[in-house]
């Protein structure tokens, strides 16, 4: 397979784990705000809302061939950068509503089927993260 083979495969099985974890949150009732957010220092997979609640939510998708569970791909430098782009999401309100983090991780089976879609509330915490 080919760089630009593997890079369109990459693509897809994202898009393929967004729309399986927008359907997620939707049933868990979340209202999905915008999707692909791209703001100074970053993009956020999925801004929502959840019991009042604004939900950044970053979503990682791995097929079976992959290491390791899909949210410990959230490390602490993409934390950052969707704390510097949630800070500027924030910024155009001119208020500070509640705020969590979500990590949606999605398994596929290697076909291009979902076969587990798990919601983690408050995935990661940011002590005073909009200062």
């Known amino acids: 397979m080919s760089d630009a083979d593997r890079e369109l495969q990459r693509k897809l099985?994202?898009?393929?784990g967004e729309a399986a974890a927008i359907r997620a949150l939707r049933q868990a009732g979340y209202?999905?705000?915008e999707t692909n957010a791209i703001y100074t220092g970053g993009?956020?997979?999925i801004i929502a809302e959840h019991n009042d609640v604004?939900?950044?939510v970053e979503v990682k998708t791995r097929s079976p061939r992959a290491w390791g569970e899909p949210e410990a791909a959230v490390?602490?430098?993409?934390?950052a950068r969707i704390v510097r782009a949630g800070q500027n999401y924030l910024a155009q309100f001119g208020r500070q509503p509640l705020t969590r983090f979500d990590i949606v991780a999605v398994r596929t089976d290697g076909h291009n089927r979902v076969e587990s879609v798990r919601i983690i509330p408050g995935a990661f915490e940011i002590p005073d993260w909009r200062t």
């Open 31 to 33: 209202r999905i705000l």
């Open 54 to 56: 604004v939900v950044f």
């Open 75 to 79: 490390d602490e430098a993409k934390q």
């Open 13 to 16: 099985l994202g898009r393929i």
């Open 43 to 45: 993009e956020i997979d």
